[in-house]
């Protein structure tokens, strides 16, 4: 008798989607409300322009928030293999979304270049527009910096988390990855754009609007081809890093009568991995304590949230050491 999937229910699968894109998502809503409102009252066409880049930031992220959700269904009988893949799909479409946007903005700052706009006044309400663009977009980018020690499973406090982020990001779901390199940008955009709007108000130097808007742009092709790639190699399938490779290893070796790790192939899929491999155990035992070892180790690897699904063969120890630990090849 065929076993019936088990149903989940929508409710269950956006409490595991990705938090940080929804934070995000919900951070540049406010932001993009607060730069209209500063917008209107100031008659700033820079600031409205602003205004869209963070309505349309909110919009991408929300857009990655329901792949990660799609991305949390289980493997049915006519998709056995899950939807890990789903996350890295909508992650390219919103890589298409940043280019267009990258585009859009090199080209308004190299207009601004060739016809510079005057200051029109508002600027202490355009600069604390961007002091909390700072503060929510800081909040945002500490939230994920935090986010990625906890998916790259390892310890950092205070600023110690700063260079575990970037040293980790690799090892994080794609969209955190997303919303990470995003936010890099939305921090180091409003930083960048504070100094035009002093330089522009208190100075004669008003094409600096227009170099400071390029630049953005090009920190955003930046974001976007780095995000592109990883969500690239993660269509095609890739191999786990080898901190994830070595603690497998670890819990298959935990097992006594595990001798060597014939062959092993762990592919990332979005968040989760899938492990494939043989293992020798030792001479002279009889099938049925052969297989309770297999299973004893299959089990093992299951309990960590992180690996999807397990598929083990075994093998008689043949006297010749097979695995080598990955830093040593």
């Excluded at 899950?82 to 992650?91: E, T």
């Excluded at 270049?113 to 355009?126: A, K, Y």
């Excluded at 600096?208 to 920190?219: A, E, F, K, R």
């Excluded at 309990?303 to 695995?323: F, H, P």
Aim: charged share 20%; with cysteine.
């Amino acid at each position: 008798m065929k076993s019936v999937p088990e149903r989940q229910s929508w409710m269950d699968l956006v409490k595991k989607g990705n938090k940080s894109s929804a934070v995000a998502m919900a951070g540049n809503a406010v932001i993009a409300g607060t730069k209209a409102v500063a917008a209107a009252w100031s008659g700033s066409g820079a600031m409205f322009a602003s205004a869209m880049h963070s309505l349309a930031d909110a919009i991408n992220q929300g857009f990655v928030f329901i792949g990660s959700v799609l991305a949390e269904k289980k493997p049915t009988r006519q998709f056995p293999t899950g939807f890990g893949r789903v996350i890295n799909i909508f992650c390219m479409i919103a890589v298409i979304v940043v280019t267009v946007m990258a585009y859009e903005t090199i080209r308004e700052g190299w207009h601004l270049i060739q016809h510079p706009v005057e200051s029109s006044g508002g600027i202490w309400l355009n600069a604390a527009v961007l002091l909390i663009n700072l503060v929510i977009d800081g909040a945002i980018l500490v939230k994920v910096m935090k986010e990625i020690a906890a998916e790259a499973r390892v310890e950092a406090r205070g600023f110690g988390v700063i260079a575990s982020s970037f040293k980790n990001v690799g090892r994080a779901a794609p969209p955190t990855r997303l919303v990470f390199y995003e936010d890099l940008v939305a921090v180091s955009g409003a930083l960048l754009a504070m100094i035009a709007v002093v330089v522009t108000a208190l100075t004669a130097f008003d094409s600096v609007d227009g170099v400071v808007t390029i630049l953005i742009g090009l920190l955003m092709v930046g974001v976007a081809f780095r995000v592109g790639y990883d969500n690239m190699i993660g269509l095609i399938g890739v191999a786990a890093p080898k901190e994830v490779e070595d603690k497998v290893a670890a819990i298959i070796f935990g097992e006594r009568s595990v001798t060597d790790i014939f062959q092993m192939r762990i592919l990332q899929e979005g968040r989760y991995y899938h492990v494939e491999g043989l293992i020798e155990l030792e001479p002279g035992l009889s099938l049925a304590d052969a297989d309770d070892i297999k299973f004893k180790v299959r089990d093992k690897l299951l309990r960590d949230t992180d690996i999807a699904d397990v598929t083990l063969g075994i093998l008689e120890d043949n006297g010749v050491r097979n695995w080598v630990p990955a830093e040593s090849r």
